[in-house]
């Protein structure tokens, strides 16, 4: 492994979709994503049509920087997601910001296919 250093602020990849982005950094042999999204984005309204699926079909591990975002699993478990908190959600959900603060997460896994394009 070589030194490196990188920053959010020239990522390798950004991913737009509306009310939000997906920000993507190789580094060490990862993809580190950093998720930015805006009050009154959800993930089945601005993501699920990009992705052709009802649902989130990616495992997450990560890591909420700021905001509020809530969770609903396909069984029906949902649960808010706050500064700090460290998060494993597993594929099957739906994701949406709570309240008026826009809502930042690190993502350790599942970066390489959020939201990303597929032919």
């Known amino acids: ?18 009310k939000g982005t997906f920000e993507v950094v190789e580094i060490g042999g990862m993809t580190v994503g950093r998720a930015r999204y805006e009050p009154g984005w ?14 989130c079909e990616v495992e997450h591990l990560g890591l909420v920087v700021s905001g509020r975002a809530a969770v609903a699993m396909n069984d029906g478990r949902e649960f808010v997601m706050e ?13 949406w910001v ?22």
Do not use: C, N, Q
């Open 1 to 18: 492994m070589e030194l490196e250093i990188k920053r959010f602020d020239a990522p390798d990849e950004t991913r737009a979709f509306d």
């Open 42 to 55: 959800k993930w089945s309204e601005h993501v699920g049509a990009l992705t052709g699926t009802a649902t």
């Open 83 to 95: 500064p700090g908190d460290l998060f494993a959600i597993p594929p099957g959900h739906d994701s």
């Open 98 to 119: 709570v309240g008026d603060e826009p809502y930042v997460s690190l993502h350790f896994l599942g970066a390489t296919d959020y939201a990303a394009a597929h032919d």
